[in-house]
């Protein structure tokens, strides 16, 4: 049952309420992208691995089960959503999880050693088919956060790694090196040098 539901897109997201899945295609990130930047998450030092914008938490379980010696964490600015990550953390008994709900500018992170990313902040300035409108939206907001996005990245020590998926460079600070583009796949690793 367990090995089913990591067996592609549609097992794992029948883990989430109708809505969620509805939204999936969109706004979470598909199996294979979550194995391919768990994979490079996973091999730098420090084993604490945070998702800045966690969602339903598809990215934070799945690299939870394929790498069970790291944790992943997510931060959530949705209860709804949170709500769902737990209810599919407790489904696939994932012990290497957590999910934690409220706003990534308020989030403590020293205690994180890599960052996954998906364009999360982007919903303040596109607004095609959105989770839902229940949250502040502005262009002041999307610069804020992006402004505290690059100062925590940039106090974080050289070796820090960053998985963004669907991306812009002009999103990263210049002082993490792109290592990899998945072409074709909006997937890029970068390294703080
Ligand atoms: C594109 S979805 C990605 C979800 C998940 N990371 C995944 O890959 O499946 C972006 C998520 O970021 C969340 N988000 C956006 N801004 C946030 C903020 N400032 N703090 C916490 N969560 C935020 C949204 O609510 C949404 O669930």
Not at 113 to 124: I, K
Not at 144 to 150: L, M, P
Request: aromatic content about 14%; glycine content about 6%.
């Amino acid at each position: 049952m367990q090995n089913d539901i990591f067996s592609s897109d549609a097992a794992f997201d029948s883990l989430y309420t109708l809505r969620a899945q509805q939204l999936s295609a969109i706004h979470w990130t598909p199996l294979q992208i979550a194995i391919k930047a768990a994979t490079f998450l996973t091999g730098g030092t420090g084993k604490h691995i945070l998702d800045i914008g966690s969602g339903v938490g598809k990215f934070c379980i799945i690299g939870a089960h394929y790498f069970p010696s790291h944790i992943f964490y997510g931060v959530e600015q949705r209860r709804t959503l949170i709500d769902e990550a737990i209810i599919a953390q407790n489904a696939t008994a994932t012990t290497n999880a957590q999910f934690i709900y409220g706003n990534f500018t308020d989030l403590e992170t020293d205690h994180y050693d890599h960052f996954y990313f998906y364009n999360s902040f982007s919903e303040n300035i596109f607004h095609y088919k959105p989770i839902d409108n229940l949250v502040d939206a502005s262009a002041a907001l999307y610069t804020s956060y992006i402004e505290h996005f690059h100062q925590m990245l940039e106090e974080k020590p050289a070796g820090t790694r960053l998985a963004t998926f669907h991306c812009h460079h002009n999103q990263i600070p210049p002082g993490y090196k792109r290592v990899e583009h998945i072409t074709g796949q909006q997937l890029k690793f970068w390294i703080k040098v």
